[in-house]
């Protein structure tokens, strides 16, 4: 059974940091591209940053210089460390797991989410 729960969401002001961990089971971790993604109300899901699986990372423009993407493939862990964070920041977050083994054959999997809220 394949599981990926966040954690590390919650309240922070303005300025201040968060980091985000997702802790992958049931997948050969390392083969997969693990990602970032964030939903506000009303919005559309959307990218926050992702990392290959030899570890090439993207970032949205809206937080390049201010989030980092990393994974540890012992643990079995993805981590989105988010600094200067903006009230914009605040969304529910999702974590993704990634793999294509085959042509015709895509294994993606999503956590739950976990929210995270910039405020004064």
């Known amino acids: 059974q394949v599981q990926l729960v966040e954690s590390g969401g919650g309240l922070v002001q303005p300025g201040g940091s968060l980091t985000l961990s997702c802790a992958a089971s049931?997948?050969?971790?390392?083969?997969?591209?693990m990602g970032w993604y964030r939903q506000a109300p009303g919005k559309q899901r959307e990218l926050v940053a992702t990392i290959t699986s030899n570890s090439r990372t993207n970032f949205d423009d809206s937080v390049k210089g201010r989030f980092t993407i990393s994974r540890d493939n012992a643990k079995k862990t993805v981590y989105l460390q988010m600094n200067s964070l903006k009230p914009e920041d605040t969304a529910v977050y999702y974590c993704?797991?990634?793999?294509?083994?085959?042509?015709?054959?895509?294994?993606?999997?999503w956590g739950q989410g976990t929210q995270v809220t910039v405020s004064s």
């Open positions: 993704n797991a990634d793999y294509t083994p085959y042509i015709g054959r895509r294994n993606d999997y």
């Open positions: 049931g997948i050969a971790f390392s083969m997969y591209n």
